[in-house]
């Protein structure tokens, strides 16, 4: 398992371009992205549990029903959600990828973010189709993955490198972060390659499995996106004996989606809108995956813990806190806490009481950009990790005036 | 039923004090209150459902176990919150109210708030009782008041007048908000007196239920205190006959713990850490309750919601999206959402929709202080309102480094 360069193109047969069609007035920042495979690939996908639900998914999801996929196309700054024509105008984007790549309207995956409830006009992205098309290249996931910003500082893209049945696969994805990002049982905007040979069931079995233990358990700010979505597709071009049931390969996949998903989940968290830091919350020792899983969760969707990261404040009270009201069944007088950073470690509870520790040298931990939460729950066999970030003054900024 | 001066002291029998003795450096800032009823009282209680629990609310839940109580001594600064001697130190403060007051100390309500996580001494508390005692008086709530605040900008009484049998009673209370506000189950402190005759029985009936409707339906920032407690006294002296069942009698005493605690509840938010503004979210034609509550309740805890209202920019979209995650079941088809205060009414959607609205009048109605988010959920017989506030700058600024 490596770590490569090449994003959503890393993947043998995959190419990508980012232009801006003026969806946005701002001439300078791309708005509409097009990934496509050279051959159609096997496709699987998550989506947001949010009963307001983007137009976009309802028409991918009909489009992948039958386990097939060749493209994706996704604009940013209007989410074509609570339109009355939503679904014309997502149904309307695929027809326009078929009249310029060829590749068929049914095999399209279309996925818009941004501004909820305002009118999304076909115009611009029909203007904008041939120099999309056009530019579709090998080099091209980097203009990919900025067309799917919104509120995003950084591209976000990462890829890995591993091998099934001696055969060299590559994945790589790209993803949309930073506001409206508390993932629920599907999330955000991403969108993973691959050219290893895995049938459309198993691909939906990694992914379903994969996103509880990492989009799910990535928070910015509470509010569960009504456009989140995962998609992954798999072209076979490694020519790899297909993937289609459990086993070694399997695991290996499943491997490579984890270490993939988890880079995002962290390159999603660090850039939250408005944030100064990654928070990662560690949890060991839980009686039960739940209790490790939502005490991690919890904790950095707090608040109040977030603004005390801000602050560089070793404030354990409200780690103890965000526990204790999370819904995990666990034994207060049990739980220990420290932070951690590459500033070094600080233990500030032990057995649900606070215990003696320097500030000065919680606050030295704490300045860093990546902190990490370490909770200790128990003697039980369970762990998990959450990743959120810090709540900051301008993540007020951003989210007070975002339409304008 | 009328609104009148006076607090926690409004009721007959009931005298109050608040003073600085020492747990907080500010010498300028009260941190010590308590509130002292001429004759036992019936008494009642609702605590955080957070299993991190101030030792404040273990003590008091014995102390009140026979429905009977006294005297309510509670500071500010520190919470009295995961030490390890913290009953030792709760107990220890009722003990001190026996030897000022001759109350019984297992007649004394006892609660603290502030910081988790600090050892609270005995010695300020214990200097600072003979000048607390001997200022009770029946104009005291002022002073109780503010003893009680932490980031409070402001203190917050109530009282009221009603009529039990041809007898004049009062009911006030005081409370303390701004921050770890998110009651669930239960509420954040609260502290009622009555002088109307009522069972303990009966009186906690009437409290649990209200609190359902009331502080639970309060949210400043999601975070639900480990001390949370609304504690009720009702001393009788009105002279009413008791009530002891249901009946018009229990009708009229709920009717006016309601207008008291929804009174409380616009102030608790209103006052939320750093707030400019008073979110009050209702739902009407919801097919339950449950859905009215949820909807409503989920609206003001969104913060992208909370920072676009300091923004009084209308982006009603997010309405959309937190009711779609919050759990309800609603049909999204049927959704309207109207913006309300005193400078008009703009509505923004309808049937799940956008329609077309002058941004103009929708940022002089969101300009104001205290905003209303009207929201239709269909045709059927129920709703519900909650109380929140905006999000600010400041609540990060307070929050950022809130222990030193």
Redesign the interface.
């Known amino acids: 398992m490596k770590l490569i360069e090449g994003g959503v193109c890393a993947a043998k047969g995959f190419r990508a371009n980012g232009v801006h069609c003026g969806i946005r007035h701002n001439r300078t920042k791309r708005d509409l992205a097009l990934i496509v495979s050279d051959v159609p690939a096997a496709a699987a996908s998550v989506y947001?549990?949010?009963?307001?639900?983007g137009a976009p998914l309802t028409v991918t999801r009909e489009h992948i029903s039958d386990g097939v996929a060749q493209a994706v196309i996704c604009n940013s700054g209007n989410?074509n959600?609570?339109?009355?024509n939503g679904i014309e105008i997502a149904e309307g984007m695929s027809v326009l990828v078929e009249k310029t790549t060829g590749i068929r309207a049914r095999d399209v995956v279309v996925a818009s973010t941004g501004?909820?409830?305002?009118?999304l006009s076909l115009e611009p992205i029909e203007n904008g189709m041939p120099e999309l098309a056009a530019g579709l290249s090998e080099k091209g996931s980097e203009a990919a993955a900025e067309a799917i910003m919104t509120t995003d500082t950084v591209k976000k893209e990462v890829a890995v490198e591993f091998t099934l049945g001696g055969r060299l696969c590559r994945m790589g994805g790209i993803a949309k972060g930073s506001?409206?990002i508390?993932p629920?049982m599907a999330t955000m905007l991403v969108f993973i390659t691959t050219d290893a040979a895995i049938s459309a069931e198993m691909l939906q079995k990694a992914l379903s499995s994969d996103v509880q233990k990492t989009f799910n358990m990535t928070s910015v700010?509470?509010?569960?996106?009504?456009n989140d979505m995962v998609t992954i597709l798999a072209n076979g071009l490694a020519g790899n004996t297909p993937v289609v049931a459990e086993g070694e390969d399997f695991t290996t996949f499943m491997l490579a989606l984890n270490t993939l998903t988890v880079q995002l989940c962290r390159l999603i968290a660090g850039d939250g809108e408005g944030a100064t830091k990654l928070l990662e919350c560690t949890a060991v020792g839980a009686e039960t995956e739940e209790a490790a899983k939502i005490s991690c969760k919890s904790v950095i969707?707090?608040?109040?813990l977030k603004?005390?990261m801000?602050?560089a404040?070793a404030?354990?009270?409200?780690v103890?806190?965000?526990?204790?009201?999370s819904g995990a069944q666990?034994d207060?007088s049990k739980i220990g806490v420290s932070f951690k950073s590459s500033a070094g470690s600080v233990e500030v509870?032990r057995n649900?009481?606070?215990i003696p520790f320097s500030e000065e040298e919680a606050k030295k931990v704490l300045t860093e950009k990546e902190i990490e939460i370490a909770l200790t729950l128990g003697d039980g066999p369970y762990s998990a990790t959450a990743w959120g970030c810090d709540?900051?003054?301008d993540?007020?900024?951003?989210?007070?005036?975002?339409?304008?």
Chains 1, 2 share one sequence.
């Open positions: 947001t549990t949010n009963l307001v639900k989410a959600t609570c339109n009355a501004v909820i409830g305002q009118p506001g409206m508390h629920n700010d509470g509010d569960t996106s009504t969707c707090s608040s109040l603004a005390a801000f602050g404040d404030n354990w009270g409200r103890l806190c965000a526990i204790g009201y666990v207060v509870c649900g009481a606070g709540l900051t003054y993540y007020v900024k951003i989210n007070g005036d975002y339409r304008t």
